[in-house]
């Protein structure tokens, strides 16, 4: 007779399985990592990830599912002010930077999203969430005279995307705390200007 799933322990060695996986893609790239070797990270038997996952591509797109869940529970957790939330999401999406794993992980995402198209998807829904979240708090923020009203609220959540991606290329995790520092002065600068 099977053993009941235990929730928490399926929950605890599927974040075991995605920071072995983070870590190791981001040294050795997605090709040289083995599932072997992200189960030892683990503290797994490589047969044990096969009841999380269902190959090497669905572990590494688990990295970019987390951001996905965690930038939902970022948004429902935001005030009434639109302007502060949008300057915390901002800050949100750019605290992983600092982590020294982020900059290889952005070269194999890079490098995969072109072969895994469940992948590319997976990224593609990402970023249209955060632009639509971003632009529904600057119509929010429009409508209550605390932005420029000639600015098209889905073009700066578009561009504020885009310069929060420019942080990540930029692969200096070392500098993550002083480029979100300026990525929201530039943003509430640029959100502020009158024509």
């Not at 951001?67 to 901002?90: C, F, H, I, N, Y």
């Amino acid at each position: 007779m099977a053993r009941p799933a235990d929730p928490e322990r399926r929950r605890m060695r599927v974040a075991a399985i995605v920071a072995s996986a983070s870590e190791l893609f981001a040294q050795h790239g997605y090709e040289a990592t083995t599932l072997a070797s992200i189960a030892r990270g683990a503290g797994l038997g490589e047969g044990t990830i096969y009841h999380y996952f269902a190959d090497k591509a669905a572990v590494f797109r688990a990295i970019f599912e987390r951001d996905q869940s965690e930038w939902r529970m970022a948004v429902s957790k935001q005030g009434d002010d639109p302007l502060d939330a949008t300057q915390a999401l901002l800050g949100h999406l750019l605290r992983p930077a600092a982590d020294p794993t982020s900059a290889g992980l952005v070269v194999e995402l890079l490098r995969r999203v072109r072969e895994d198209e469940n992948l590319a998807a997976l990224v593609l829904s990402h970023d249209a969430a955060v632009e639509a979240d971003l632009a529904a708090l600057l119509h929010r923020a429009q409508s209550a005279g605390m932005i420029d009203p000639a600015m098209a609220p889905e073009e700066a959540a578009h561009w504020l995307r885009l310069l929060v991606d420019a942080v990540y290329l930029d692969g200096q995790p070392d500098q993550t705390e002083r480029s979100t520092e300026v990525v929201q002065l530039i943003a509430l600068r640029f959100l502020l200007a009158t024509p």
